[in-house]
Each structure stands twice: as structure tokens, then as C-alpha cells.
């Protein structure tokens, strides 16, 4: 019990981070189109750590804070990002999930799957092709690399022990 009590408390350390990452660095590093999105890396991160409603209700409460920041689209982000925590947690069964590359790739198929639903529920219109042919995959890309910079840096910290 100690020990998953300690597992916690490393990955809550690392998921602040993230959200100083988030709402600190990446405003003043990178154009928003294309820049890492450090609460997606740290949903996903939780998720395929986690039973599928645990990282639901965590996707919830993190689309709701998405929410609350361009309220032009409420409900998108709430729905994207528990589907996307969903379907990250479920799909830990189907996949290696301590393989860097398979953390990358399903760390980047969560960003545009998240991207795919916000766009579509908000209704972009003529820019939905652009923004998920262009910016979307490149976002993808550069979550899945701080993600695998982040994985690497924490490996201790992060890594999945199956009996837990």
C-alpha cells in the first residue's frame, strides 16, 4: 500500500509539472497551432497507467478546465478529452504500453483524436481539413517528443509495474 501511495505521489509531481508547463511555458515558447500540449501528454500519461473511468473522469475534468478557457465551445473539450482518456486507458490492454514508441505513438494518435473531436464539435467549417491535415499532426508529433523527452527523464517515476 506504501508503495502505490509513493507511485501517486511521483505522478502527481510530475502531472504539476505538466501543468506549469502547460499554462506558463508553453503561452510563451510557441505558436498554439503546433505546441506541445502538456495536459493531453499528462492525461494519457495517467490513462494508460489506470483503469478506463479513472482516466475518464480525469479527461472530464480536464476538458471542463479547457472549457472554462474558450468558452466559444463548451462541452468540446469535455467530451474530447474523456473519450481520448477512455480510449487510452482501454487501449493499454491491446498494447505494450512500456515500449517508448508505442508511448509516442499512442500519445500522438491521442492529441489529433482529441484535436478531431474538438474540431468537429465545435464546427469549424472549411478549416477542418487544414487544421487536421496540417496543424494537428504536427502537434501530435511534438506532444508524442516532450512526452517521450518527459518518459525519459522520469523513467523511475513513470514506470508501469503490472502488479499494482
Do not use: K
Not at 506549469?20 to 510563451?28: A, D, E, K, T
Not at 517521450?148 to 527523464?153: G, M, Q, S
Amino acid at each position: 500500500m506504501t508503495y502505490a501511495r509513493g507511485a501517486r505521489l511521483r505522478f502527481t509531481l510530475v502531472f504539476l509539472l505538466l501543468l506549469g508547463l502547460q499554462f506558463y511555458v508553453r503561452p510563451r515558447l510557441f505558436d498554439a497551432r503546433f505546441a506541445p500540449d502538456f495536459l493531453v501528454l499528462g492525461l494519457i500519461l495517467f490513462a494508460i497507467r489506470s483503469r478506463p473511468g479513472d482516466a475518464a473522469i480525469l479527461g472530464f475534468l480536464i476538458g471542463l478546465t479547457t472549457d472554462a478557457l474558450t468558452p466559444a465551445r463548451v462541452g468540446a473539450g469535455a467530451l474530447a478529452h474523456t473519450v481520448v482518456g477512455y480510449l487510452a486507458a482501454w487501449g493499454r490492454s491491446v498494447f505494450f504500453a512500456d515500449n517508448i514508441l508505442v508511448t509516442a505513438g499512442v500519445i500522438a494518435l491521442g492529441v489529433w483524436l482529441r484535436n478531431l473531436i474538438l474540431l468537429v464539435a465545435a464546427g469549424s467549417g472549411d478549416s477542418l481539413v487544414h487544421a487536421l491535415l496540417i496543424w494537428s499532426p504536427l502537434q501530435a508529433l511534438a506532444t508524442a517528443l516532450a512526452g517521450v523527452l518527459l518518459v525519459l527523464v522520469f523513467r523511475d517515476w513513470l514506470a508501469i509495474r503490472l502488479e499494482e
